[in-house]
């Protein structure tokens, strides 16, 4: 081999791991800068060396060109579905089928949980990626071969193995990337997807590779073959080989021994749903078994040997009974249907947000429509489509005159939104206290609807800076509120003037300007007086701050009651400087920390702006992709879980010293 070669698979070699570690371990080793500087190394190579460019390079994913169509391909064997239960009686129901049909035989169940996606046929020849087919109709699929390369989580070599094989598993889109996606056709004013799984099915049947690559999709295997058939003798196996191969295969999975532990992992995981990055919609339970499997068969449509357990509806139809208007803290009113409540996975739904005209428009609804509502994730529900118009609707108009104040409603050219315009409406003053003091921003626990309702009314407090001129004795007067409670609401306000600059940002309720581009503002100026100061194009320096951020930023800082607002918050003792971010390098450059517990020496806020000046991130739960967990007095279940991950766990002394 030459010089040359060898340094390309070197560095190629590296990139898988890099790669590997990142897309499926979710434990990075180095920042994304310094995979792309290794990227961009490599394609360069290539570039000046066509003739090593081999498909399983890492250089290989993004590259494909739109095609004209897709290709039809045979499955190697039907991809069939699965039957489902809809409840524990049904579940149990399989069981029985299951036991009766082994007799007495001994069996256990391997337990997976359902991921609400779409399946893929992966073919692997001689340990290379080779073919990747969508579902289809179950015998035929089609050809997505260059979409799929883009999935980072797809390996395109096989790790420790060279023959063929064929993995089947699930497309998943994170509840996080298909925000980002419907955000961004929002603002282009494209239709939304509907959920996660229509969001990452629209992503894999594109022409155009580099739609998928920028979706961010992710891929669990679930099946290992050979020749059509399990490659391995148990379920177990094969998910344990898979994952050896170099796939994500989903940790959560359980091998239960009878059907109450199936019936538990059940329970806990339509418990647990929620906390998930993704969708589930059930639990998946195949018989481990593969020589058990073949005995209990198939029937026309599914396996025998496999159930799915469906979770609890999370849709629901109900009627729209009005539309009323809320006013939020920078005065944008929002349109909220009032329902006939309505059962949703056991909770009961009254009404959704309808977020702004346009988005009535697009649903076509009216008032008296029968609507289909959702809940997913721990969002508040939402209202899907009309699934019949009502006898006797009526359309919503948008009031010319605030509810709550009378003052008047505009809705500016170009925007979505329609606003008060009254800066002095109380429904924006009692918005703008709540935020001001939620969590994230000031952190005053205690301070909830029903206080601040009061505080609004009885012209206690007329804006943020208010807050700090309370006492124990004002706040004793107010309802539901005694002494132990006032001092501790108290102990908690006074605390909050340490609350470093970014989260003073984003309390102020700039329109725009909300955690991650206060953060940003913050990084750039580093000075609350450098951001007041600051013109149209010098704010434009910061990250993600473009004209119209800056307008509305300038706008704030030019109000006087708005100017008169920062002094009282300077007298108030906040700090309005910052210590900067370094952008690149830094000790702790690229690691993810997780605080628990006291420290001895600094406080919470202390030790996360330390690490962030030392270019480190601080999260706030335990996942792979947290590197330390730093622990103090009484840390609790971070602890346990860092542990469970096998995760570094160090304390302050070991933190100090590796600030540097
Ligand atoms: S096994 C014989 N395992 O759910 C077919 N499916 O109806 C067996 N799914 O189409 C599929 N997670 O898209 C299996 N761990 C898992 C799964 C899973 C999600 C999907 C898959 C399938 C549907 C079952």
Not at 604 to 609: F, G, I, L, N, T
Request: aromatic share 6%; hydrophobic share 40%; proline share 4%.
């Amino acid at each position: 081999m030459s010089r040359i070669s060898e340094k390309i698979e070197h560095l190629r070699e590296k990139l898988r791991r890099h790669e590997y570690l990142y897309y499926v371990l979710d434990a990075p080793e180095i920042t994304d800068a310094e995979y792309d500087a290794m990227m961009h190394e490599l394609q360069a190579l290539e570039r000046e060396h066509p003739e090593l460019i081999t498909p399983d390079s890492p250089t290989q994913r993004v590259g494909g060109k739109p095609r004209e169509g897709f290709v039809k391909v045979p499955h190697s064997s039907p991809m069939l579905s699965l039957d489902n239960a809809l409840n524990e009686e049904e579940l149990r129901e399989f069981d029985q089928r299951v036991r009766g049909l082994l007799g007495d035989e001994k069996f256990s169940y391997a337990a997976e949980l359902k991921l609400d996606g779409l399946s893929l046929a992966v073919h692997y020849k001689k340990g290379q990626l080779a073919q990747a087919v969508t579902r289809g109709d179950g015998v035929v699929g089609e050809d997505v071969t260059e979409n799929a390369r883009t999935i980072g989580s797809i390996p395109l070599r096989l790790r420790e193995e060279h023959g063929d094989w064929e993995v089947r598993g699930e497309v998943v889109l994170t509840r996080r990337s298909f925000e980002k996606a419907n955000a961004e056709r929002a603002a282009a004013g494209l239709p939304l997807f509907a959920n996660p799984r229509n969001a990452a099915a629209g992503a894999l049947r594109v022409l155009d590779p580099s739609v998928t690559a920028s979706r961010k999709l992710d891929f669990f295997g679930y099946f290992l073959f050979q020749e059509g058939r399990p490659a391995l003798e148990t379920q177990w196996k094969a998910l344990d080989k898979l994952e050896a191969m170099g796939f994500k295969v989903n940790p959560r999975r359980k091998k239960c021994a009878d059907i109450e532990k199936l019936v538990a992992f059940c329970n806990e995981w339509a418990e647990k749903r929620e906390s998930l990055p993704y969708e589930i919609d059930g639990v998946v339970a195949k018989v481990d078994s593969v020589e058990q499997q073949n005995r209990l068969g198939w029937t026309a449509k599914a396996p025998r040997w496999a159930i799915a357990y469906k979770f609890a509806a999370r849709q629901a139809e109900t009627v729209v009974k009005d539309i009323d208007v809320q006013v939020g803290r920078t005065g944008t009113l929002t349109p909220v249907a009032r329902f006939e409540p309505v059962k949703v996975g056991g909770v009961t739904v009254q009404n959704a947000t309808l977020h702004n005209e346009d988005e009535i428009e697009r649903l076509g609804l009216k008032i008296g429509d029968t609507v289909l509502i959702e809940r997913s994730g721990d969002v508040i529900p939402k209202v899907v489509r009309v699934v019949k118009e009502g006898e006797h609707r009526h359309a919503f108009r948008m009031p010319k005159h605030c509810p709550v104040c009378g003052g008047d409603i505009v809705r500016a050219e170009g925007e979505a939104a329609s606003r008060c315009i009254n800066t002095n409406c109380p429904a924006r003053l009692r918005e703008s206290i709540l935020h001001w003091a939620a969590r994230g921003v000031m952190d005053i626990d205690g301070m909830g609807d029903a206080l601040v309702n009061q505080l609004v009314d009885q012209g206690l407090v007329r804006n943020v800076a208010d807050i700090y001129q309370l006492t124990t004795e004002l706040l004793i007067d107010l309802e539901r509120m005694g002494q132990k409670s006032a001092e501790k609401l108290i102990a908690n306000i006074d605390a909050s003037r340490k609350q470093p600059l970014p989260r003073i940002l984003n309390g102020l309720g700039i329109p725009f300007v909300g955690e991650r581009t206060a953060q940003f503002l913050a990084d750039e100026f580093g000075d609350l007086d450098k951001i007041a100061a600051a013109d149209e194009d010098e704010l434009q320096r910061a990250e993600e701050v473009g004209p119209k951020v800056a307008k509305s930023i300038r706008r704030f800082f030019h109000e006087s009651h708005n100017k008169s607002l920062i002094e009282r918050l300077r007298h108030e003792g906040f700090t309005f400087t910052y210590e900067r971010k370094k952008r690149d390098g830094g000790p702790l450059a690229g690691m993810t920390f997780v605080l628990t517990g006291t420290l001895p020496t600094l406080s919470r806020d202390e030790a996360k702006a330390k690490i962030e000046a030392a270019g480190g991130k601080v999260a706030g739960s335990v996942s792979r992709k947290t590197h330390y967990v730093v622990a103090g007095d009484e840390a609790g279940s971070k602890l346990d879980k860092a542990k469970e991950l096998g995760i570094k766990v160090i304390d302050e002394a070991a933190l100090i010293e590796m600030l540097g």
